[in-house]
């Protein structure tokens, strides 16, 4: 198990790989079959995860971007992502993760990140509190 690093394999011609990186299932399969409908000049991989790390014994094809999605209704979510996050080289958070939050139409205010939710939750409260 090891770090995720940007630069660790070469490019393939003409394909994108994306790492979906959530806990549930359903919603990075729907995710990545709505991903892989779209029409577009490169040849698109999609992976899912759990979470990170990734076992070391799988070959697997250099990662273009991670996406990290995130229910605003599950501290455990929250939580597996923070968790993943340690696991990402630094470098990759030059344009190649995003952050993709979900259910955040009914965020109750009990799950409006504490600081026992750590650096993260206070990231997604701080976005939440001052949108744009």
């Known amino acids: 198990?090891?770090?995720?690093?940007?630069?660790?394999?070469?490019?393939?011609?003409?394909?994108?790989?994306?790492?979906?990186?959530?806990?549930?299932?359903?919603?990075?399969?729907?995710?990545?079959?709505?991903m892989l409908k779209e029409d577009c000049a490169s040849e698109l991989k999609v992976h899912l995860a759990k979470s990170l790390p990734l076992p070391s014994s799988v070959n697997r094809p250099r990662i273009d971007l991670i996406v990290f999605v995130v229910n605003l209704h599950s501290k455990y979510s929250l939580q597996n992502t923070e968790e993943s996050l340690r696991h990402v080289d630094a470098s990759f958070f030059l344009g190649k993760v995003c952050f993709l939050a979900t259910g955040g139409k009914y965020v109750p205010r009990l799950l409006l990140p504490t600081p026992s939710q750590g650096k993260a939750g206070a990231a997604v409260g701080f976005l939440l509190r001052h949108p744009g």
């Open 1 to 34: 198990m090891s770090v995720l690093r940007p630069l660790d394999k070469l490019p393939g011609l003409n394909t994108a790989t994306i790492l979906l990186v959530g806990t549930e299932d359903a919603l990075l399969q729907q995710l990545a079959d709505s």
